[in-house]
DNA sequence: CTGAAAGCGCTTACAG
DNA sequence: CTGAAAGCGCTTACAG
């Protein structure tokens, strides 16, 4: 390969010469500097990356860590992924930073894939860890034990170690609910996960909708009108068109935690008599539906993924150059989106 | 940061000593071994990335580029990039090699943005290119230019000095609508993309189509029933609503080249008069779409995604290790799915 | 404005 | 079985 000790030898200098040249320093005369541009041209050079790391101890890269599998048909996850990524790129693009994707497994036995060696080995300057599940307690050790800096996209690690960037779902669903009273409905059921499953989004969510309602005085207990699934929405038609049957007042509103829920909500409504959005309406979350696909367009709540990824990586960026040691955190505000699904009562 | 020498001092042995436990070699007095693991084990040493590539000259890095924006609603080209990257990072883990995840930019100008810096840096040892446009000039010429291997996902270029995987689409396509003829249908439609949108996998399913088609001696010319679009079907179904009026027999099967057609497909069906499946049956490409949000469950033609990507992966470590320097190329073939939206005739 | 020296952390021969 | 020497490509003081 070409090294710079081979651009010197064709400019007639020394390769320390040529290393102030590459790094853009001022002291060299305009006509040397000339000669080993045209050298670095002629050659092809580009500045070995290993020996650059072994100085600096920069390496300019960064890991992205997340538990959500690349490979799924559960598309909310992984358009939710895909536009946090996208926002992440688009700072390490300003920044010539370079991102390395990895998967945290979602079981660690049998298994010798080590997720964490990039880290360990010094082959990434800091981590983006995407939430969904916590983050793994080797992780949080490995992360004290060596001084790298980490921030949070989507979930709030009480580790005063940890930056996280979130969006604000609890307000985000309170005011989803008054949304939905300011169009008329008064009893308003929830679409959330089991508790089994740890999502605290969607937790913040089934917090904001009860708050609402209490806050509101309605009549009945909101818990009541809490119906949980899981991520693939087993079994919910059938909860929904039996949780029609036993409720005294049927809802005229439904608020799904994520848009992913809304066919089998719909499906449940249907089979119990009761049609989207002439009787019911409903509101989701996340906004990644493609129009085209559903009969229905879906009001919804969009959360400003991009923004996030985007803010997550240069709070890395600042927290490796050592511009902020100290903690960060920064909550986005979620948009209403109303459509075709929320009708007034 | 605890380097081989801190373990060294630890263990009361030199730093050579530590180098040679680390790699496993089997020179080492077992005592000495278990000595120097403790100390390992003790300081939380691993061996730094930046050392080790300086003297391999190899990095256990390779970088997944592509054209396909992160940033996108098209579930179609989404959803295909996260197949193939989900095969691509298990034939990475499997070897303990890191993805570095770059993008092709869609327009060079005006950008600063250089998607081959860590290519021209040695800080990859390998690119796999996952297909959709065609190898851009500038990456081939530095491909030509830094002796390092690339493999290419989902186009087949012309150079000897790429290996590449891909589908074979003309046969899908091809076996598709002898399928859709052993359904009993006779006068078959096409569903493309305009010519100015480089898709070879898309054109070559146009091929298939019209050479089952002429091979069937069908007594209309092919071409006569092909209707072209683009990615997100802009027009798409006032193209259709109006050929059904030209037609002078109206196709009673349509072949969608993309699932993601398919909505506006039956919407232009619709706006004739026809429905689907009653009246016209649709087969597609891709099987992406989550059954739940479409009314009707689309036949459609599978590739086998992750299977590309690990195989693409597999090539360029080998490659990379030099056990393979000729050209490599391996074509898969497409799983037909028959589904509701393909009816008897 | 330019170059010789030392060193980043590691591995690869070479000596013993 | 173990260690001293040299070198991978680069940058950072230091000297001139």
Not at 23 to 37: A, D
Not at 180 to 193: D, M, S
Request: proline residues 4%.
């Amino acid at each position: 390969m070409v090294t710079q000790k081979d651009v010197a030898d064709l400019a007639g200098v020394s390769f320390i010469t040529v290393s102030r040249v590459v790094n853009g320093e001022t002291n060299v005369k305009e006509e040397t500097k000339k000669k080993v541009l045209a050298a670095i041209d002629k050659l092809g050079y580009a500045p070995n990356f290993a020996g650059q790391v072994l100085n600096s101890g920069k390496c300019n890269t960064i890991a992205i860590l997340t538990p959500i599998p690349l490979e799924q048909s559960q598309f909310t996850r992984l358009a939710y992924l895909m536009q946090v990524l996208a926002g992440i790129e688009e700072s390490c693009r300003n920044n010539n930073i370079d991102m390395i994707l990895g998967s945290v497994p979602e079981v660690m036995h049998n298994t010798s894939y080590d997720y964490l060696r990039p880290f360990r080995q010094k082959k990434v300057d800091g981590i983006i860890y995407i939430g969904l599940k916590k983050i793994p307690k080797e992780m949080m050790e490995e992360l004290k034990k060596r001084d790298r800096p980490c921030v949070v996209i989507g979930d709030r690690p009480r580790s005063s170690l940890l930056s996280w960037v979130d969006t604000d779902n609890f307000s985000a669903a309170y005011n989803t609910i008054q949304k939905i009273q300011e169009y008329g409905h008064k009893i308003i059921a929830f679409i959330g996960l089991e508790s089994t499953i740890y999502n605290e989004n969607i937790s913040e969510r089934e917090k904001g909708f009860i708050k609402a309602l209490q806050d509101a005085n309605v009549s009945y207990a909101p818990e009541d009108y809490i119906i949980r699934t899981d991520y693939d929405a087993n079994g919910l038609c059938e909860k929904i068109s039996d949780a029609v049957k036993k409720w005294h007042h049927a809802p005229s509103a439904i608020f799904c935690s994520m848009d992913s829920l809304v066919p089998e909500t719909v499906k449940g409504l249907a089979k119990a008599g009761l049609s989207v959005p002439d009787d019911v309406s409903i509101v989701g979350f996340d906004g990644f539906i493609n129009d085209s696909y559903y009969y229905l367009k879906i009001a919804t709540n969009v959360q400003p993924l991009k923004e996030m990824g985007k803010t997550a990586a240069e709070i890395l960026f600042n927290h490796i150059n050592n511009k902020v040691t100290k903690k960060q955190t920064e909550i986005f505000q979620v948009e209403f989106v109303p459509n075709d699904s929320l009708r007034k009562k």
